[in-house]
Every structure is written in C-alpha cells, then in structure tokens.
C-alpha cells in the first residue's frame, strides 16, 4: 500500500474530526381530512389536482445541512428512537468505494439501523443521476413505510432531496440556478430538520477534517483509485465517484508523482505539490458547504417549512481545548438533539 509521504504528526487534540464524527455523526401540515371530489364541471385537470393533494402521504422526516454539520450523528440518534430507517441522499456516497475520500458513516456506527441507496452502485456504471435518485428512494421509501416504519432521509445533496420530494419533478430544470420558481407542492408530508452551523466554525471544523481523514487513509485510499486513463485532464469531465472533492486535487499531484514510486526520498518539489493538493481540498470543501447552504437558503425561500436546529454552540465548545468534557454533549443534547426529538414527535402525532 502506497504510503502517505507528508503523513502529519497532528497532535489528536479534543477537537479533532475523529472525535467530533463520533459525537456528530450518529412541522409540516396536517393531512387534510379525505374529501371526494365532486362531479361538477370544474375543468379535469383541476379535479386531478385536488385528488392529488388530498390522497394520504406517507410521512417522511428529511435531515439538510452542509457537509460536516452533524447530519448523520442527528439521524442515527432520530432512528434509534423513533425506528426509523434511513435512506442516503448524499449523491457520492450512493457509490461503491472511497469510504474515507467521501465520509461514508461506517458499519459499527450505524448501531444496527439500516441504510438504504449507501454505496450500492458501481461508478463505472455512469452518474447517478437526481430523476433515479427519485425513482429509487421512492421505492425504498415506499417499502419502509410498508413496514410502519419511519423514512429518514439524510444527506447534504440538496438536488437530490428536491426531486425525491417534489410532487412534479422535471430533470431537465435545474431550481437552483435561480431562473425558475421552486415548488412548494410536495409528494410526501414532510418534516424538515435543518443543520446549521455558523460559516466561521464550520469552516475551521472542516479544515481538521480533512487533516484527520488523510491521518485515516484518505491519500493511499486515492492512490489505489487513481487510473492515469480518467485524470481531470482527460477529455470530457468528471462523472460519478470522479466528482467527489479529493479525487481532481490528487489526481493532479499522483499525474506528476505516480502511487508506487519510492517516497523515501521526497523532494521540495513533491512536497509542494502534496501541500497544494491539501490545501484546495479544504478550499473546495467550504466552497461545497457555502453552495449546499445557499441551496438550503432557496428552498427555504420557496415556501419549504425547515426546521432551523443550530449547532454552532456545541461545535464552538466541541473544538476548544478545554471542551473535552461534558459540557459539549451537553450543549449538544439540549440545543439540538431534545428539539429535534419534539419536533418529530410533535410530528408523528398529527
């Protein structure tokens, strides 16, 4: 295995990513009462528009936020007391591979609760795209419901939570570019929980993050995924799993410095070129997160009722040194976990 020939001796302070991924990782409408349509001259289509909205939905709760944010420690602790399952809308985590590169939650955290569309489709099979993203949750959705259960949709990709969600869909519309309405006509009765986090401290979080997942094998991970055939240079851009941040930047670096050279003698030059692969991997990170956040700012400006949970506090304490202990959890607990317990709830019971 390729080792990581810049590997840092970062000292695994109280705030490391490690330990924040452990700690972070794990109010729509009532139905509307059945009613028949009646059989007047109203115009068809009117008349179909109404059975649609009032046909019984199947409750859903949705978990948004950027990435790093705590997404996935919200969703386990919602699924364990709520039986729930959960069902990934994260678009790079849908694909088999670069478990650490793309932050998939591994098997001994998930405490048993099941996650659905998480690595299970080969990249070289094409881009996943948000209308199969529809179709397939959808069943999925469908089948958890079947079984009283509760779907929890969790993930940072918000392209893919506005099609699962929306009552029409049309692939060939991109909402978020500004130049078309959203719509706040939805397939599913939804209960929205927003993650966020202030900007300042998420970035900081996320610049730790990155250190600490090439401390756990994202570099040899890369290295053994990098194909000399398919580099950002080549013709065509990115699809798939190739799109995923870390991939472009080290592929550039493993271009000039192939995986498997002796690393023994690393010079000025390679470690330059490691150093700037680091570097525009957390830059690219905060651009993702500002992205995901502004997406998160549409759809909440597109009539979408979110549920705004701040996290800042126990990411602020979480990260001094001093914030080792429990106050952070307790913060945490407090501030976002016993809300967002209610909320559901609260939820559920309508």
């Known amino acids: 295995m390729t080792l990581n020939p810049f590997q840092s001796s970062i000292s ?14 794990s109010t729509a409408s009532k139905p ?38 705590g997404k996935t420690r919200l969703s ?14 994260d678009k790079m985590q849908v694909y088999k591979g670069l478990d650490i ?15 659905h569309l998480m690595g299970e489709f080969d990249p070289v099979d094409g881009e996943f795209t948000p209308a199969e993203f529809r179709h397939l949750a959808g069943s999925v959705i469908s089948d958890i419901a079947s ?42 009765n939804c209960c929205f929980l927003w993650v966020d986090v202030s900007f300042t401290v998420l970035s900081a979080y996320l610049s730790k993050r990155v250190d600490e997942m090439l401390d756990s094998g994202m570099f040899q991970e890369l290295a053994e ?29 493993f271009k000039k410095h192939p995986p498997g050279r002796s690393v023994g003698g690393a010079d000025h030059g390679q470690k330059a070129a490691y150093e700037e692969a680091v570097r525009e991997i957390k830059e690219n990170t905060c651009q993702l997160a500002k992205r995901q956040i ?19 506090e126990p990411f602020r304490e979480a990260m001094r040194p001093e ?19 209610k909320i559901v709830k609260h939820f559920l019971e309508e």
């Not at 009283?148 to 893919?160: C, Q």
């Not at 914030?323 to 976002?336: A, N």
């Open 101 to 115: 590169t793309t932050n998939k939650i591994p098997p001994l955290e998930r405490r048993g609760i099941a996650h």
């Open 12 to 25: 695994h302070s109280c705030y490391s990513s490690r330990v924040l991924s452990l700690f972070f990782f």
């Open 225 to 253: 995924f990098y194909d000399p055939t398919e580099t950002a240079d080549s013709a065509g851009p990115p699809t798939g799993l190739r799109k995923a941040i870390g991939v472009p930047e080290f592929d550039r670096y």
């Open 294 to 312: 502004e997406k998160i700012g549409a759809l909440r400006g597109g009539g979408w009722n979110l549920r705004r949970l701040d996290m800042t």
């Open 147 to 188: 079984r009283k259960n509760l779907p929890l949709v969790v993930g940072g990709s918000n392209s893919f939570v506005h099609a699962l969600v929306v009552d029409r869909f049309n692939p060939q519309i991109d909402i978020f570019n500004g130049s078309h309405s959203l719509s706040s006509e939805l397939r599913y």
């Open 32 to 69: 509307l009462r059945p009613c028949w349509p009646r059989m007047d001259s109203a115009p068809a289509n009117t008349k179909i528009a109404t059975a649609r909205r009032q046909r019984k939905k199947e409750k859903i709760v949705v978990v948004l936020g950027a990435t790093g944010a």
């Open 323 to 341: 914030g080792c202990g429990k106050r952070w959890s307790e913060i945490w607990e407090s501030q976002v976990l016993e809300p967002s317990v």
């Open 76 to 89: 386990v602790e919602l699924a364990t007391r709520f039986q729930a399952e959960i069902v990934n809308s």
